[in-house]
């Protein structure tokens, strides 16, 4: 059976294409203020990537902060359970999973089945990872994709609060004035923004086998904090996190459809 | 189809004309020649009654709550008292009453009344500072008591019920009646305050009573309802129209609906409690649930708040606490009486540790059949959230299921309606539920 | 000498440790400045304050919720890491709920096998509160008997209170030189004795105390005090602050020195001390701990902290006085509208900052210059 799995995320739409369990195509477009479009745009992507037509889709599943919008959508499935599905799909040892967003962080328990026991989202005031991080990278003047492999060559500790992100900024331009090493400087806005993921990861209880998606994933700075922030050996990151929302819809749907 | 058949409450327009006239009375107080009160709801307000049958009140939380229902109004008492210098996060009723008396603004229509005195208690940062601070904003020549009721848990989580922390309270209760001799320049009258210390025992034991109503399957309340009923007990427990409506039309009304099976809500096919004040300006909220066939039974907070339980520990179970065996006959006895009797009072029990809370919580689920647990991180009261964290870990263990979301029960600007729903939708999927087709 | 006290306060846990070490006995910690140390010190109990450490952590997120103070957050986090194993029992005496919930917290996770809540009375003006408060220390000398297998007499009472009142003297005999014209001793060298009292025997901390006094007779700061700063406001031990503004006069046109505090890690804490000729010694402490400066909490119904802090303004010649408040701090929030409007009634210009576990040090170095020109610039007027 072939179906689609639409993510329609803060920042991104992502959809994928699937027969059954194999992946055959994937597309991304910004959400910005016009959802429909988004979507289409990376529907034709993904079938495009997978060589097939829209009339080869036998069913869509939506996911996201937008799914209720997607007209076409067959099955809706809520954002908590699309991640812990995909978590379970690509890691089965998967108990922990969380998504790290542009704009909003979340967790979930989940059970060997990838059934949800307990979630939590970040609260208000708390912007997601992405978000917080391009911002303070615009602080920096350092382009958002140096700022990870940056950060990793950084061996400081400089304490840093991110509860908000204005404050946040004022720190990273006392840091500049002091003549703070940016290498340092980024490390330290990866180790805040990871604190703060962990302490939502901490309220549903931590264990070793810690899933991670999300676009963040692949931002190697933040990867290495939250590894030592919670302090395991390795987090597991399935290719393309960005799209594992997207691939839990498409699972559920065949499940569903 | 419906499972069960409801009806509306037959004593509505009784409750409603009730609160009408009760704040009509404290803003027409002085027209003839009575006393205006102002207080927590918390207060011992059975004592002021001694001074004669014209003193009014008016307590700050339901008022804040009548505040926050209406946002525009709410909000102007907000900036009001930011503009003033008061941090944002403080109690949000507190910031919407200092607002009121700022802005000059009564929530009922005209100019705040201004109080003859206040007369208060303390147990969370805020409750003395509160009414300390409304006598300085109403220009300083208010005067007021405070009586601190932070003397430790009762039984069963202390060893003892001890008689000196009784004694501190009844004490500064006995000071009280001197000072306010002095302040108003009336004579006490020691029969109106037995009548009204009796009221006040009577209305919050009667108000267990019908809470343990709430036990049958299907309930013959939802918190919805719950909170305009319990809010007598806010406004004011010693009230003899209140007491006697608790007793004479609430009780036996809720007893019939048991009786017949009539349910609060006719789809009620999942049963769950909360904690804490609700974001009163998103009471629609439980509408939104009950398209799950969700309702909510209640809380350790609507029950527990104006209502006087014991805590039995060998059957983990909350019991109304039984009537005192004869009404108070001297001064003495009567404040003796009500301090013991709102020393036990469940929602002081958290503040010396959320484990006692944890334990109720625990007891309210079983008994009254719950199946889910929600907590309202509710930025808006530091006093009923504080322990809140540390109650969802214990509730948990207990192997409940437990929903968190964070809100404001006074300042709507702090509450994100569609994320919470969002969260409701996440939770009762995960219970495996389907909305319900609207009808 | 100065040093040592800095020692004491960077290496907290190393202290304690030894001391235990050196003496065999037994350690509580303690959450509140409201604890009867003397009690404690009668049972040759060693008190000490649990403070954070001004770390972000990610420990606390599911004990505690996020509209409460960094501080108390920032305490429970010392206790989750580990860093207060060595302690053989927690108290609190009642006061603010933030703290009370690291307290509460600690309690179930992290237990030492010896807790207690002692309810400190919030009417301190009521004359109910020492009886009551007396009735109460006999429950806690009950659960001090347990936790040591010891009993105590009037006599070891007394030598407790000798043991506190004479840190508090040396302590407040040090603050006279704070009010010299050029104060021979800085408001962080100051902080860092303040704060040491928590985590040394009062003896110990004295004894060293003692010699500094000396010291300071013929001390001489090569610095130009420039503004003489008060703060104001919830607890604090931000030395990074402090230490940051006293150097600011190194570069800018205006410095200023920090000559006096109404704080709960100083002066609140150590200014009263207990009556030595009242007769009953538990009368005494309780007297002592009723009648002290208050915190916001327990301040009403009169707001007697305005003539306090007044006094301390004048006495200490203050230019300006800097209003401190702990994020989310509900004491201290309902009364600073009120301290700031009295301030300047008496001529005494405010500021106002709100202080996190970190501070955004650059930012705030900005603020305070820009207030302490302002001083400047009304100088100027006369």
């Known amino acids: 059976m072939i179906v689609a799995g639409i993510d329609c995320g803060a920042k991104n739409t992502k959809t994928v294409i699937m027969n059954d369990k194999k992946l055959l195509g994937k597309g991304m477009a910004l959400t910005g203020f016009d959802q429909d479009k988004a979507v289409e745009k990376s529907l034709a992507d993904a079938l495009d990537e997978a060589g097939l037509k829209i009339d080869d889709i036998e069913a869509i599943g939506s996911t996201g902060a937008g799914m209720e919008d997607i007209k076409d959508a067959k099955v809706k499935v809520n954002e908590i359970k699309a991640m812990a599905k995909a978590a379970n799909f690509f890691f089965p040892n998967a108990r922990t999973v969380t998504d790290v967003g542009a704009e909003m962080g979340r967790a979930a328990k989940i059970n060997e089945e990838g059934k949800v026991e307990d979630f939590a989202i970040n609260e208000k005031c708390a912007a997601g990872a992405g978000a917080f991080i391009e911002a303070m990278a615009r602080a920096l003047e350092v382009d958002l994709e140096e700022m990870g492999p940056m950060a990793n060559t950084s061996e400081m500790a400089i304490p840093m609060n991110a509860q908000c992100a204005i404050f946040a900024e004022s720190e990273v331009v006392g840091l500049i004035h002091a003549k703070t090493k940016k290498k340092d400087i980024s490390k330290a806005i990866h180790d805040a923004m990871a604190s703060r993921i962990v302490s939502m990861i901490r309220k549903i209880g931590v264990n070793k086998d810690i899933v991670m998606i999300g676009g963040v994933g692949l931002n190697p700075g933040f990867v290495e904090s939250m590894r030592r922030e919670l302090d395991l050996e390795k987090i597991f990151i399935p290719e393309d996190p960005a799209y594992s929302s997207a691939i839990g819809a498409a699972l559920l749907t065949l499940e569903e459809a | 189809m419906a499972r069960y058949p409801t009806e509306p409450l037959k004593c509505w327009a009784k409750a409603k004309e009730l609160r009408n006239e009760w704040y009509r009375d404290f803003q027409e107080a002085h027209d003839k020649g009575g006393l205006r009160v102002m207080g927590s709801a918390w207060a011992f307000d059975a004592v002021p009654l ?52 700022i802005c000059d603004k009564y929530a009922f229509g005209g100019g705040f009344p201004k109080a003859d005195f206040a007369y208060s208690q303390h147990i969370c940062c805020s409750h003395a500072k509160w009414y300390q601070n409304a006598c300085e904003l109403e220009g300083g020549n208010v005067p007021f008591f405070g009586i601190d009721v932070g003397v430790g848990p009762c039984l069963p989580f202390a060893p003892k019920h001890y008689p000196h922390r009784i004694k501190y309270v009844a004490d500064q209760l006995l000071d009280s009646i001197d000072w306010m001799e002095k302040v108003t320049g009336r004579e006490y009258n020691d029969e109106l305050f037995f009548e009204a210390a009796w009221n006040d025992i009577r209305s919050t034991h009667t108000w267990a009573k019908i809470c343990m109503l709430n036990r049958n399957i299907p309930a013959p309340l939802d918190e919805k309802t719950i909170y305009s009923l319990y809010v007598f007990g806010t406004l004011q427990k010693s009230n003899g129209k209140f007491a006697d409506f608790y007793e004479n039309d ?126 309202h991180y509710n930025r808006g009261c530091e006093g009923l959230s504080v322990g809140i964290a540390e109650n969802r870990l214990g509730l948990l263990k207990r192997g409940h299921k437990v929903l968190t979301y964070e809100g404001n029960m006074g300042d709507e600007r702090e509450f994100d ?20 087709e609207d009808d | 000498m100065i040093e040592q006290f800095k020692q004491w306060y960077d290496k907290r846990h190393v202290y304690a440790r030894e001391w235990k070490e050196r003496n065999g006995g037994k350690i509580v910690g303690f959450f509140c400045t409201y604890a009867p140390e003397e009690i404690f010190y009668a049972f040759d109990v060693l008190p000490v304050r649990v403070l954070g450490s001004h770390e972000p952590q990610d420990v606390t997120e599911p004990h505690i919720f996020g509209m409460f103070c960094p501080f108390c957050r920032d305490v429970l986090a010392q206790g989750l890491k580990g860093r207060y194993d060595y302690l053989d029992g927690i108290m609190i005496a009642q006061s603010c709920l933030h703290l009370r919930q690291a307290f509460t917290s600690w309690e179930i996770h992290k237990n030492p096998g010896w807790s207690y809540f ?113 703060l104001v406001g919830s607890e604090n031990d931000d030395i990074e602050y402090i230490n940051m503004i006293e150097h600011l006069g190194e570069q800018e046109s205006v410095g200023c020195t920090l000559v006096v505090e109404d704080h709960c890690t100083t002066t609140r804490y150590f ?112």
């Not at chain 3, 508090?168 to 001793?185: C, H, L, N, S, T």
């Not at chain 3, 701090?329 to 509208?337: A, F, M």
Request: with cysteine; charged share 30%.
């Open chain 3, 118 to 230: 002692l309810p400190m009375p919030n009417h301190v003006q009521s004359k109910r509160a020492i009886p009551f408060l007396k009735e109460e220390y006999k429950l806690l000398i009950e659960k001090l008997e347990e936790l040591t297998g010891k009993k105590i007499t009037d006599d070891d009472l007394r030598r407790g209170i000798k043991i506190m009142n004479r840190a508090r003297q040396v302590m407040k005999d040090i603050y006279e030189f704070r009010k010299r014209e050029a104060p021979p001793i800085t408001g962080a060298e100051s902080m860092y004795m303040t704060c040491a009292q928590f985590f040394t025997h009062a003896t110990e901390f004295a004894e060293v105390a003692e010699k500094v006094l000396v010291e300071l007779e013929t001390r001489k700061l090569d610095r130009d005090p420039g503004k003489r700063i008060m």
């Open chain 3, 271 to 382: 200014w009263d001390l207990v009556d030595e000729s009242i007769d009953d010694p538990l009368d005494a402490i309780a007297t002592r701990y009723v009648n002290r400066t208050a915190c916001p909490t327990k301040d009403w119904p009169q707001r007697t902290r305005l003539k306090r802090i007044l006094e301390l303004a004048k006495d200490f010649n203050v230019d300006g006085a800097i209003i401190v408040q702990q994020k989310f701090c509900d004491p201290h929030e309902t009364d600073i509208p009120f301290i700031r409007k009295f301030l300047e009634e008496n001529d005494i210009p405010t500021y106002f900052l709100e202080f996190d576990v970190t501070v955004p040090a650059g930012p705030f170095a900005i603020r305070t210059e820009a207030f302490l020109e302002q001083l400047g610039m009304e100088d100027d007027l006369f």
């Open chain 2, 50 to 101: 001694g001074l004669g049958r014209d003193v009014h009140w008016v307590t700050g939380e339901p008022y804040g709550a009548s505040c926050a229902f209406d946002k525009p109004l709410s909000a102007k008492f907000l900036s009001a008292a930011e503009n003033f210098g008061f941090a944002r996060d403080l109690c949000a009723y507190m910031r919407n009453y200092w607002g009121s008396i």
């Open chain 2, 250 to 375: 609430l009780l036996p009304e809720v007893q019939d609906r048991v009786d017949r099976g009539i349910a609060a809500v006719p789809n009620e096919r999942v049963r769950i409690m909360t904690d804490t004040q609700p974001p009163w300006g998103f009471l629609s909220i439980y509408r939104y649930l009950e398209k799950w066939g969700v309702v909510s039974i209640g809380s350790l907070y609507t029950f527990g708040l104006e209502g006087m339980w014991l805590y039995d520990k060998e059957n983990n179970d909350l019991i109304p606490r039984p009537l005192p065996e004869k009404k108070p006959e001297t001064r003495e006895e009567a404040c003796t009486m009500l301090a013991d009797w709102h020393l036990t009072k469940p929602e002081y029990q958290h503040y010396y540790s959320p484990e006692y809370k944890t334990m109720m919580m625990d007891a309210i689920a079983k008994k009254w059949k719950v199946d889910a647990i929600t907590l």
């Open chain 2, 417 to 436: 309606k569609e994320g919470v729903k969002r969260r409701f939708d996440i939770f009762m999927d995960g219970m495996g539920l389907k909305k319900l």
